[in-house]
């Protein structure tokens, strides 16, 4: 029999990451595992520009920073009190977190914060936006789908094309909301051409409101005939919408807009009817797209 010599621990070196980021799909309560480009920047030195990579965990991580020491005994440890870093702790440097799709499944955005983060990074607003899901983790950032996120008859498509009532043009960067019985189904963003597609789960079967029509020639199907009045809220403003790239911030701070279901004279749109087997396409009464009075 081997008798193994026993070994002694001298000391134990941590490294520790400045930075991850965990990214969330909310139209499909997924999170986003790949595929991203992730740049952290410097604020007082732009040229300082570090690209995060995913982790086995799918969190987007940087592994050092100049000026931020790698050993992990500078920083908070395991059994320190949470979110009490040590005196010794490095002070927090302000960088923009760059988060862009070369694929183009994904609206870009930058995220604004400090390093070093303890835990997963959330934007300093991010208590005060509401979560898009409860599937969703604690401190995870969305990322919202552009027009071309592919969709299935499994779930609600509204498609619009936002348009400023004033100036007709694109409305972009828009933040939209579905709410049914004060629920919040889905949330989207316009994309630069003020696109938008919200894509989200229909409400419960079992409260359809069935429409009455005359007989078919064929008997219909719950698939055809249950439909649902939803709402849609809208915000943006001007600032946000002129930005080539919103900040996440200022995205989710947007003022609420007028919706107009007829240009002129101005008529503000209340319910929309989604339905099992189609899309809805939202649009202004005589008009190709659906006119906003944007927020200030």
């Not at 969305?142 to 009532?165: C, E, F, K, S």
Request: proline share 13%.
């Amino acid at each position: 029999m081997t008798v193994l010599p026993a070994v002694r621990k001298l000391e134990r070196r941590t490294w520790f990451a400045p930075l991850g980021v965990y990214f969330w799909n909310p139209s499909t309560n997924l999170p986003i595992t790949d595929g991203l480009s992730v740049t952290v920047v410097s604020l007082a030195d732009p040229r300082i520009r570090i690209l995060a990579v995913p982790n086995p965990s799918n969190v987007y991580v940087i592994h050092a920073f100049p000026g931020l020491p790698r050993d992990g005994a500078a920083y908070p440890q395991p059994d320190d009190a949470p979110m009490s870093p040590p005196p010794s702790t490095p002070t927090g440097r302000p960088i923009r977190i760059e988060v862009r799709d070369p694929a183009g499944h994904y609206l870009p955005v930058d995220l604004l914060g400090a390093i070093p983060a303890y835990g997963l990074f959330a934007p300093t607003c991010a208590t005060a936006s509401p979560p898009d899901s409860p599937l969703a983790p604690a401190r995870a950032v969305n990322l919202y789908p552009g027009a071309a996120q592919p969709t299935t008859g499994a779930r609600a498509v509204v498609r619009a094309d936002l348009r400023d009532a004033a100036t007709d043009r694109p409305v972009a960067w828009a933040l939209a909301s579905v709410v049914y019985r004060g629920a919040t189904l889905g949330r989207a963003v316009s994309d630069a051409d003020g696109r938008l597609t919200l894509v989200f789960p229909f409400p419960e079967l079992a409260t359809p409101r069935i429409v009455a029509s005359p007989a078919p020639a064929t008997p219909p199907t719950l698939r055809s005939m249950a439909t649902w009045d939803v709402s849609l809220h809208i915000t943006s403003s001007p600032a946000v919408s002129n930005s080539t790239v919103p900040e996440f911030c200022a995205l989710h701070a947007q003022a609420t807009a007028r919706v107009l279901a007829a240009r002129s004279p101005t008529i503000d749109l209340t319910d929309i009817s989604i339905g099992l087997g189609r899309e809805t396409v939202v649009r202004s009464a005589g008009e190709r797209h659906l006119y906003l009075v944007p927020g200030s």
